[in-house]
């Protein structure tokens, strides 16, 4: 029963569409969305709020915040560029959210659009006027800084031009880090994969089982961590002597460096992308989920997982006592027990 709730869980932080309906895109969607011959990247703008918040720290936070929107706009549409390769020779323009609405008064449908956004749990209301007395998910405008009464992770937004922001067709999970290249090319590389995947008419019930045996892709390839993503405890020396085949240490400009050059002659990469999912708890609505993976960096074929089965159990069990839910799930820094579970998932 763990097992499967682990492997679940994964797919749906590696995988999913985290909606309240549906893990995968609709075959109706996703014949729609190969149609498309247009795609257009949502350009940032910074927050007068958030400004205004981090003017009042410091004008240094205030200025880190305006260069990560800049890097961000620099970095999306060339991710986009190299990374999905869904629409063939689609063309990728970047709009501001004003031009981008000046198009769908157009009527033009060739497009699909892709935004930056986080995602949150609504919690659910008791009232005979509301729409919903469980938590809902949603996304909204790209957070700044983790705020523990509203959790939220970065994420990215498909919709198509004729639909609201509000109403995507697939949402895909990055890291918990405000969006870097690195997070922007990995989410689209295992968005890809799903894409990929289901046009070639495979379920997601297939995609989970065949997850289960992907980690016999991992023999032989370099393990490829970064030295900005492991835990402080870390220790290089005892990972090699867990991990059956070599290791590679990098931080995080070689890293980058390597996916720019999309060059992974024979490598795999471990990540820890993140999520929110709704609780029992109506005070504790939602909780962040950490899983520690292991990825094909040159087609985003999701490979292993670390276990955090128990942890989830606990969590959800922890949810239905009131004011006992937990907030934060799983591992946020890749540990020297993850690199365990990655070389047992070899032998399984």
Same mark, same amino acid.
């Not at 981090?54 to 706009?73: C, G, P, T, V």
């Not at 060059?263 to 929110?276: C, E, I, N, Q």
């Given at each position: &029963?763990?097992?499967?709730?682990?492997?679940?869980?994964?797919?749906?932080?590696?995988?999913?569409?985290?909606?309240?309906?549906?893990?995968?895109? !609709?075959?109706?969607?996703?014949?729609?969305?190969?149609?498309?011959?247009?795609?257009?990247?949502? !350009?940032?703008?910074?927050?007068?709020?958030?400004?205004?918040?981090?003017?009042?720290?410091?004008?240094?936070?205030?200025?880190?915040?305006?260069?990560?929107?800049?890097?961000?706009?620099?970095?999306?549409?060339?991710?986009?560029?190299?990374?999905?390769?869904?629409?063939?020779?689609?063309?990728?323009?970047?709009?501001?959210?004003?031009?981008?609405?000046?198009?769908?008064?157009?009527?033009?449908?060739?497009?699909?659009?892709?935004?930056?956004?986080?995602?949150?749990?609504?919690?659910?209301?008791?009232?005979?006027?509301?729409?919903?007395?469980?938590?809902?998910?949603?996304?909204?405008?790209?957070?700044?800084?983790?705020?523990?009464?509203? +959790?939220?992770?970065?994420?990215?937004?498909?919709?198509?031009?004729?639909?609201?922001?509000?109403?995507?067709?697939?949402?895909?999970?990055?890291?918990?880090?405000?969006?870097?290249? &690195?997070?922007?090319?990995?989410?689209?590389?295992?968005?890809?994969?799903?894409?990929?995947?289901?046009?070639?008419?495979?379920?997601?019930?297939?995609?989970?089982?065949? @997850?289960?045996?992907?980690?016999?892709?991992? !023999?032989?390839?370099?393990?490829?961590?970064?030295?900005?993503? +492991?835990?402080?405890?870390?220790?290089?020396?005892?990972?090699? =002597?867990?991990?059956?085949?070599?290791?590679?240490?990098?931080?995080?400009?070689?890293?980058?460096?390597?996916?720019?050059?999309? =060059?992974?002659?024979?490598?795999? +990469?471990?990540?820890?992308?993140?999520?929110?999912?709704?609780?029992?708890?109506?005070?504790?609505? =939602? @909780?962040?989920?950490?899983?520690?993976?292991?990825?094909?960096?040159?087609?985003?074929?999701?490979?292993?997982?670390?276990?955090?089965?128990?942890?989830?159990?606990?969590?959800?069990?922890?949810? +239905?006592?009131?004011?006992?839910?937990?907030?934060?799930?799983?591992?946020?820094?890749?540990?020297?027990?993850?690199?365990?579970?990655?070389?047992?998932? &070899?032998?399984?």
């Amino acid at each position: &029963m763990k097992g499967n709730l682990s492997a679940l869980l994964s797919l749906s932080l590696l995988l999913s569409v985290i909606t309240t309906s549906a893990q995968f895109v !609709k075959m109706k969607d996703l014949e729609k969305m190969r149609k498309r011959t247009k795609i257009i990247v949502v !350009k940032e703008k910074p927050d007068k709020k958030i400004l205004k918040q981090l003017a009042r720290k410091s004008s240094a936070e205030a200025d880190a915040y305006r260069q990560a929107i800049k890097q961000l706009n620099q970095d999306f549409p060339e991710a986009v560029r190299q990374f999905w390769t869904v629409n063939g020779d689609a063309t990728i323009e970047q709009r501001t959210e004003k031009e981008l609405a000046r198009i769908r008064k157009r009527n033009d449908r060739n497009y699909i659009v892709m935004d930056c956004q986080s995602l949150h749990v609504k919690p659910g209301v008791r009232s005979r006027y509301a729409r919903s007395r469980y938590a809902q998910t949603y996304t909204a405008s790209l957070a700044w800084e983790s705020d523990t009464n509203n +959790l939220s992770v970065p994420v990215i937004n498909m919709s198509f031009i004729e639909s609201d922001l509000a109403y995507p067709f697939y949402i895909q999970n990055m890291s918990e880090r405000f969006p870097a290249f &690195m997070d922007l090319a990995v989410g689209l590389r295992l968005a890809t994969y799903v894409f990929s995947e289901q046009i070639d008419g495979k379920s997601s019930t297939i995609l989970q089982n065949e @997850m289960k045996h992907n980690a016999i892709f991992m !023999k032989g390839k370099t393990l490829i961590l970064c030295s900005d993503w +492991l835990d402080e405890a870390f220790s290089l020396n005892k990972a090699k =002597s867990d991990y059956p085949f070599p290791i590679r240490l990098v931080n995080g400009d070689e890293l980058e460096g390597l996916f720019r050059k999309d =060059s992974f002659d024979s490598t795999v +990469l471990a990540y820890v992308p993140a999520g929110v999912f709704s609780t029992f708890d109506r005070k504790t609505p =939602s @909780m962040e989920v950490h899983v520690p993976v292991v990825v094909d960096p040159d087609n985003g074929m999701p490979l292993c997982h670390s276990d955090i089965s128990d942890e989830m159990f606990q969590a959800w069990g922890y949810s +239905l006592i009131p004011n006992m839910g937990k907030k934060i799930v799983g591992f946020k820094k890749i540990r020297n027990e993850d690199i365990v579970n990655f070389a047992k998932s &070899m032998k399984e």
